[in-house]
């Protein structure tokens, strides 16, 4: 499960680096216009940009959990 991946270690890096794939997921999810999930995406970006608490981590996950759901049976 994705639930089970921890997220990142803080240094300045990794937090670019996963900022990056964000980023990348980001424009992906709007392409598809989830607002939603874009905005918790968003949010994860942001926190990992401005090395905050990473608060937005739960809400990324589940993002990312719906959308394998969804592909999973294709």
């Known amino acids: 499960s994705v639930m089970d991946y921890s997220p990142p270690d803080n ?3 990794k937090l670019q680096e996963s900022a990056a794939l964000v980023h990348k997921l980001k424009h992906k999810i709007s392409i598809f216009g989830l607002k939603k999930a874009y905005e918790a ?4 970006e942001s926190d990992l940009k401005n090395h905050e608490d990473l608060t937005g981590y739960e809400s990324f996950v ?13």
Do not use: G, W
Request: aromatic share 10%; proline share 5%.
């Open 41 to 44: 995406t968003a949010e994860f």
């Open 11 to 13: 240094s300045e890096k």
């Open 62 to 74: 589940k993002v990312i959990e719906s959308m394998l759901d969804f592909l999973r049976p294709l």
